[in-house]
């Protein structure tokens, strides 16, 4: 203890320069600082994804095109387009019938039941 005291200034400095230059006094040296470093940016760069999937997700609505979703089902089901002005008018005679409001024509061709219901 008393060697510590005994100390100089130019020692004490000289002393302080060693350790800075080796790593702090409790032995941690420069990987430590490194990996620190990476793991905080490895940490910052996941939650700038997670935030920018967030607003990502957010930001797309929901396609909900009627004309295309008939223009696809009269492709797939190859349905001319007289048969499909034949499907429309029966769903516009079922929407009185029933008083049910059907939010595409093409419900009649998912579930014909609905065609064969007499309004009460």
């Known amino acids: 203890m008393n060697a ?11 002393a302080i320069r060693q350790q800075v230059s080796n790593g702090s006094a409790d032995g941690a040296s420069g990987s430590v600082y490194l990996w620190m470093s990476l793991f905080a940016l490895a940490l910052s760069l996941l939650l700038l994804i997670l935030r920018w999937r967030r607003t990502e997700l957010a930001r797309k609505p929901g396609l909900n095109d009627q004309a295309k979703l008939a223009r696809e089902l009269r492709k797939t089901v190859q349905l001319s387009r007289a ?27 998912l579930c ?9």
């Open 4 to 14: 510590i005291l005994a100390m100089t200034q130019d020692e004490a400095l000289v």
């Open 83 to 109: 048969e499909l002005k034949q499907i429309k008018a029966a769903a516009t005679r079922v929407e009185k019938k029933t008083k049910i409001k059907l939010q595409s024509p093409l419900v009649t061709v």
């Open 112 to 120: 014909p039941s609905l065609v064969g219901k007499r309004g009460e």
